[in-house]
């Protein structure tokens, strides 16, 4: 029988993520230590399986997650703490860790620890996409209330075409779901109240944008590995220094080269971007309790 380290991977997922999210929250960063410790240990544990067959996933996919995210962190996509904090969870629990499975039926009412155990049984995909999707939905919901909350007082100037159509478009997904599924009017209704804050977020973008999200600040304001809305800048200027979106003291460096040539001062910056380090944490704990939290809401 080959041994798994399944208890041992929990505890370094939940310990290592509950760290990340919590210096994500305070600081908006996230320590590599943290991340890098994570995967490492991921890895270890892998090989320690002697299974080539399990190795060769795990980090397979971890490789694919940090490809894909490295990707997403060169255009501003993404943090760089977040797609190694993605790839260690991958490397830590690439399927949903079914030695919990009686603890949860123990825990849980029995038709609920019974769904749980039927959806782990699936395995439809990666449980690190289980984690990724849960994340995603918290962080719409969550994102939505705080940029709802930043625009308050200010007049509303929707963007009514993209409104319209991701309107329309979550009008055919409920209905769909709902045929398809046959989900319960309740269902549909809890639905509908996570797809609201993802339908403000895309209707009210550019106010968002002009008036929460981007700052003008000086290069002293600048942060490691913040975003420059390149967007926001003459095309020119960031044509001349070749700018990319992620501050990196390469590219500080360029816009103190604009700033000394007189060319600008400001800068638009991506300063008040949602931290996504606590909603992983929400993800992976919902993924954990649930095996994967948008197939129970959608079967149970």
């Known amino acids: 029988m080959k041994v798994n380290f399944e208890l ?23 320590d ?9 240990a991921g890895i270890i544990l892998d090989l320690l399986t002697f299974d080539a067959n399990f190795i060769a996933f795990s980090i397979g996919i971890s490789a694919i997650i940090f490809a894909i995210g490295y990707f997403a962190y060169k255009t501003g996509q993404l943090g760089g703490g977040d797609v190694l904090l993605f790839a260690g969870l991958q490397a830590l629990l690439p399927f949903f ?10 825990v849980f009412p029995a038709g609920l620890g019974q ?22 939905l918290f962080a719409m919901v969550g994102s939505g209330v705080q940029y709802a909350l930043a625009l308050r007082g200010k007049k509303l100037k929707p963007d ?46 550019k106010q968002i944008l002009s008036q929460v999200i ?12 913040d975003v420059l809305a390149v967007e926001a800048m003459p095309a020119g200027i960031v044509k001349r220094y070749a700018l990319g979106r992620v501050l990196t003291k390469k590219e500080v460096a360029k816009l103190k080269k604009i700033r000394a040539a007189g060319k600008m001062s400001l800068f638009p910056v991506y300063k008040n971007l949602p931290r996504f380090g606590p909603y992983i944490l929400a993800g992976l704990i ?12 959608l079967l149970f």
């Open 32 to 40: 590599d230590r943290i991340t890098i410790g994570m995967l490492a």
């Open 286 to 297: 919902a993924s954990l309790l649930f095996a994967d939290l948008f197939m129970f809401l």
């Open 8 to 30: 041992i991977r929990i505890a370094i997922a939940l310990g290592g993520t509950t760290a990340a999210a919590y210096e994500d929250a305070k600081t908006s960063f996230i």
């Open 160 to 205: 009514k075409l993209p409104l319209a159509l991701i309107g329309g478009a979550c009008i055919v997904s409920l209905a769909w779901l709902y045929a398809a599924f046959g989900l319960t009017p309740a269902q549909v209704s809890f639905i509908a109240v996570v797809f609201i804050p993802g339908i403000f977020l895309v209707g009210f973008k």
């Open 115 to 136: 769904a749980v155990e039927v959806i782990a049984g699936l395995q439809l995909y990666p449980f690190f996409l289980s984690v990724f999707i849960a994340s995603s």
């Open 214 to 225: 981007i700052q003008r600040v000086p290069v002293s304001k600048i942060e490691d590995e």
């Open 97 to 106: 860790p079914s030695t919990i499975l009686p603890f949860l039926q123990q």
